[in-house]
């Protein structure tokens, strides 16, 4: 709290406790470290490389703590399982159906569910906010283990009339100066940017951060789109054709990640492995 707040003033009144009582707790912690965690000035206060690792740490056991306590409610009250399960948006219907089939086979168990961006849920994950994530990498993320689940290749979104939606497949010269929108954030900028630039592609693409205005960019013909296939897996618009694309092709790891280590539960244990035999199948 004395972190997000910035003042020891505003941190302790959110805490309900006073100011010298805060200060006294912080030097407590210090004098049991044996080492400084904030550095203090007159206007600001900042953590030490010290009070960030251990900042971060303590933030892992709150979240834990937490997650053990309604884990326990749960048990207890409803006789289930709680299980945290983060997704990326464009991959949520092949998890859902999955999950729901684990949880009818198995009974028994409460899912919670996160929808983010991979960068989101793979920080979450690292915090003790989620058991697992469907996520989408390009290289491997550190401190987690990853299951590989399948490769999302890209795609382009182009109008029913246009020429490229006949040829039923488009390689990356085809594309020539034709301006491209594509996703701002997540994975696209390190999958789409460096095939731009090797095929010198005209115009500086449009950025934008939903599909909805994509598909508009398209079929208005101001862009031709490009995305990630699993989004366009939901896409019935008859304004609108999904063109593979080649020469090269360029993929996406899609990955069930999840901490090392024992397993908070054995429920999320067995969904983790269900996951893993059924999505690479869907």
């Known amino acids: 709290v004395l972190v997000e707040e910035g003042h020891f003033g505003r941190a302790a009144r959110r805490l309900a406790i006073t100011q010298p009582a805060l ?3 912080i030097k407590q912690m210090e ?13 600001r206060l900042e953590l030490t490389p010290v009070g960030a690792e251990v900042l971060a740490r303590t933030d892992f056991l709150v979240h834990t703590f937490e997650v053990a306590l309604r884990d326990i409610e749960s ?20 998890v859902a159906a999955a999950a729901a089939d684990f949880q009818q086979q198995r009974g028994e168990v409460e899912l919670a569910w996160r929808d983010a961006p991979s960068t989101v849920l793979l920080a979450e ?16 993320p550190g401190g987690l283990e990853c299951i590989d689940l399948f490769r999302d290749p ?21 594309i020539g100066s034709e301006r491209l929108v594509l996703f701002e954030s997540g994975s ?22 939903y599909s909805e205005t994509l598909y508009a960019l398209v079929r208005s013909g101001q862009a031709l789109g490009l995305m990630p296939r699993l ?5 019935r618009d008859p304004e609108l054709a999904v063109v593979p694309l080649s020469a ?14 024992p397993m908070r539960n054995v429920a999320a244990q067995e969904l983790i492995g269900f996951l893993r035999e059924r999505l690479p199948q869907a």
């Open 23 to 25: 200060s006294n707790a």
């Open 31 to 43: 004098k049991l470290l044996g080492a400084e965690l904030l550095t203090r000035s007159t206007h």
């Open 75 to 94: 048990t207890v009250q409803r006789g289930r399982a709680y299980v945290r399960v983060g997704v990326i948006p464009s991959a949520s219907a092949r």
């Open 125 to 140: 994950l690292r915090s003790g906010q989620l058991d697992m994530a469907v996520a989408a990498i390009t290289e491997p």
């Open 154 to 174: 890209l795609v382009l979104v182009v109008r029913s009339d246009h020429a490229l939606a006949a040829a039923g497949e488009a390689r990356w010269e085809a």
């Open 188 to 209: 696209m900028p390190a999958l789409g940017d460096p095939a731009r630039a090797q095929f010198a592609q005209g115009a500086q693409p449009y950025r934008v951060s």
């Open 231 to 235: 989004y366009t897996s939901s896409l």
């Open 248 to 261: 090269p092709r360029i993929e996406r790891r899609v990955v069930l990640a999840y901490l090392p280590g």
